[in-house]
């Protein structure tokens, strides 16, 4: 099962610049969280942001979550080509994580 | 931080054979672990839930028989995948949780089993 979408379901943007997902859900959440995989690899934890938070930042990521319109947002400033991978949120909700369906994320040099 | 590791991390099979993938925590007990699968170019879906001495509870489309769960202790799970065919291909991810739901049910992701049937 999928609880949502990620939008754009691809993105190309050049170094330095600005990269922003955005994530949809459909039922009530304990947590969101987004994953980074990198091309046949495993995955790699990003960030978490509770129910009760609208904003958290790590670094180059900033995380909005919205519950009332079940959606969130990942921004990563100042991409690097590094940056380059598919980008997932996955829904929690006392059960096992949800994902969706992904973002991938080319930035070139 | 927790670590999940998964045996084999790659396994190339015969159509017809079965295949065994371990899902273990090194250094916590994971009572509940879930398996994911992932086809290329996709996300992940998951599979199953099992809970330690207990049957894994499968996800609606997945088959039991074919896509055998035990979680036999608090740090290992295998899925067995019975009478591979090429379309059982894929990624298979296990994760495992060290403590029931929760605001943060962080779950700890292996790194991948990526299955190949011929």
């Known amino acids: 099962s999928q609880q949502g979408e990620e939008d754009p379901q691809a993105l190309s943007i050049q170094e330095g610049e600005n990269a922003t997902m955005n994530c949809s859900y459909k039922?009530?959440?304990?947590?969101l969280q987004w994953y980074r995989q990198n091309s046949g690899r495993g995955l790699v934890h990003l960030i978490l942001?509770?129910?009760?938070?609208r904003e958290k930042h790590s670094g180059r990521l900033r995380v909005t979550l919205d519950t009332s319109k079940k959606s969130s947002s990942l921004l990563i400033t100042a991409s690097r080509a590094a940056d380059t991978a598919s980008y997932f949120c996955?829904?929690?909700?006392?059960?096992?994580?949800?994902f969706g369906k992904g973002t991938t994320l080319s930035v070139s040099s | 931080g927790a670590v999940v590791s998964q045996h084999p991390s790659w396994v190339i099979c015969k159509s017809g054979t079965s295949v065994k993938i371990e899902c273990r925590s090194l250094?916590?007990?994971?009572?509940?672990m879930f398996w994911y699968r992932q086809f290329p170019k996709q996300s992940l879906m998951l599979m199953a839930t099992?809970?330690?001495?207990?049957?894994?509870?499968?996800e609606q489309g997945v088959e039991k028989d074919k896509f055998l769960i035990n979680h036999a202790s608090l740090t290992l799970s295998t899925l067995t995948v019975t009478s591979a065919h090429p379309e059982d291909s894929s990624f298979y991810i296990c994760?495992?949780?060290?403590?029931?739901?929760?605001?943060?049910?962080?779950?700890?992701f292996g790194p991948g089993t990526r299955l190949t049937v011929l």
């Open positions: 039922t009530s959440i304990n947590n």
């Open positions: 994760s495992a949780r060290e403590h029931s739901g929760g605001i943060t049910d962080t779950q700890y």
């Open positions: 996955a829904t929690g909700s006392g059960r096992a994580l949800i």
């Open positions: 250094d916590f007990q994971a009572t509940t």
């Open positions: 942001i509770r129910s009760n938070e």
């Open positions: 099992s809970n330690e001495g207990s049957k894994a509870t499968y």
